[in-house]
């Protein structure tokens, strides 16, 4: 165990060496110094969880090998002291998809990791990689508080009529054009502002009152999304269904009977579930799922690849749908292993005669991997947030109208438009849409 002392006026931190090739943990941690942090050299797991046992560290370099132990170990280790805030940079000799899979672990166990370095080391790439947590510090936006809410304020807040959706476009990757949205829940109100749906639906699950929530969100969902049901044809509406309901033999009566309320055809409705909840009893799920079914509703499997049940879930419930998880998409077109998910994932669909959505696209780039990939629709920040039923409206109107006319245009062999077009919804959303094939 070695300290080094910064070699700068101001301090980054302190920065822990964990190596137990010398050379390698030498060099790192005179580049540390060098660039303002007060260095701490172990080689070894047993003395890195002896340090991280009685000091603190702002940053962590962690060579994954170490000897006979691991530095999956430490990572663990690091997790369970609850160490989430020291930033931690992973160094490896195994090839790409080895330090991948560390990252993804790491991110699973809640860590902050910085990057990845392969062996040899890049010195400079080495040094931006420690300078990177000073500026990821300075940009950070502290968040809102969490709120913790009572069973009685939730059942209120339903007697109330504070609990709305917001509609969140789904865009056909082949046209452009919007075919359908999704209901995402909302609670509004005066003394805590908007409260998420991580801190509401916890405890409406917990205290039963799921059934009640999720029927004043359906009915708010069909009431409101009725405008655009009758404005577009086949358009859908997907709404989450919480899988505590699937016990419920009932419950497609009851999604029957909000729709004959609401006047809405029944194939415009879709049940979103998560693949994990619905194989907690898969006969009863069977059972609900099937009258969904048998009643024209669609279905959708939510999710699809985060629980360990995905393709189990295919084979024995009647989904219509397969919605591609967000953790997926992101950046999936840097990642060869993710697009191997996607592409499987879309071959999946298309073997059980099911449409494909891609949740959480952001960015042009994985747009066009997802197109490539063989993707039916998309859903993220990259077109549109959720939005109140007017600017919904307003969204969907116009991004539909400017793909009919491009498509008429193409159609009569005019100059194609450019590749970027773009525009926003009214207010300050960042909605930029780019548009190649009308994206």
């Excluded at 056909?172 to 908007?194: F, H, K, M, P, Q």
């Excluded at 793909?403 to 193409?410: F, L, P």
Aim: hydrophobic share 45%; proline share 3%.
């Amino acid at each position: 165990m070695r300290g080094i002392s910064r070699q700068t006026e101001n301090s980054l931190g302190r920065l822990l060496v964990v190596d137990d090739d010398l050379v390698q943990r030498t060099v790192v941690g005179k580049i540390g110094a060098k660039i303002g942090y007060d260095c701490l050299i172990v080689p070894s797991l047993e003395l890195a969880e002896s340090a991280l046992a009685r000091e603190a560290f702002d940053v962590m370099t962690l060579d994954l090998s170490l000897g006979e132990r691991d530095g999956i170990e430490l990572l663990r280790f690091v997790a369970d002291r609850g160490l989430r805030d020291m930033s931690i940079a992973v160094i490896s000799g195994c090839d790409g998809r080895v330090l991948k899979s560390t990252r993804r672990v790491a991110e699973a166990l809640g860590l902050s990791i910085i990057g990845t370095l392969s062996k040899p080391l890049d010195l400079d790439e080495l040094k931006d990689l420690l300078q990177s947590p000073r500026r990821q510090r300075s940009s950070t936006v502290v968040g809102a508080a969490s709120v913790d809410v009572s069973p009685e304020r939730i059942a209120a807040g339903i007697r109330q009529g504070e609990f709305v959706v917001e509609f969140q476009p789904k865009v056909e990757l082949a046209s452009g054009r919007v075919v359908g949205v999704e209901a995402l829940a909302r609670w509004r109100t005066s003394e805590l502002g908007i409260v998420s749906p991580a801190t509401f639906i916890p405890v409406a699950e917990q205290c039963g009152l799921m059934p009640e929530l999720t029927d004043t969100l359906l009915t708010s969902a069909m009431s409101q999304g009725r405008k655009l049901i009758d404005r577009y044809s086949d358009f859908t509406i997907a709404v989450n269904v919480s899988g505590s309901l699937l016990s419920d033999l009932a419950l497609p009566e009851r999604i029957e009977e909000v729709l004959r309320k609401e006047q809405v055809p029944a194939h415009c409705l879709i049940v979103e579930i998560t693949e994990t909840t619905a194989m907690a009893d898969v006969d009863r799920a069977t059972d609900v799922l099937v009258r969904l079914r048998l009643k024209n509703i669609g279905t959708a499997i939510d999710d699809f690849g985060t629980g360990y049940s995905s393709l189990a879930a295919l084979v024995k419930l009647p989904f219509s749908e397969l919605k591609i998880d967000g953790s997926f998409v992101n950046g999936c077109e840097d990642d060869e292993d993710m697009m191997k998910i996607i592409e499987a994932s879309v071959g999946l669909g298309r073997a059980f005669n099911m449409k494909v959505v891609a949740e959480g696209v952001e960015t042009a780039e994985s747009l066009a991997a997802l197109r490539r990939a063989g993707c039916d629709i998309g859903q993220g920040y990259f077109f549109s947030p959720s939005l109140r039923l007017a600017r919904a409206e307003s969204w969907i109107s116009r991004r539909n109208e400017f793909v009919a006319q491009r498509a008429a245009w193409t159609s009569q062999q005019l100059p194609t438009m450019p590749d970027h077009a773009a525009f926003a919804a009214d207010g300050g959303d960042r909605q930029q849409i780019g548009l190649t094939q009308v994206r």
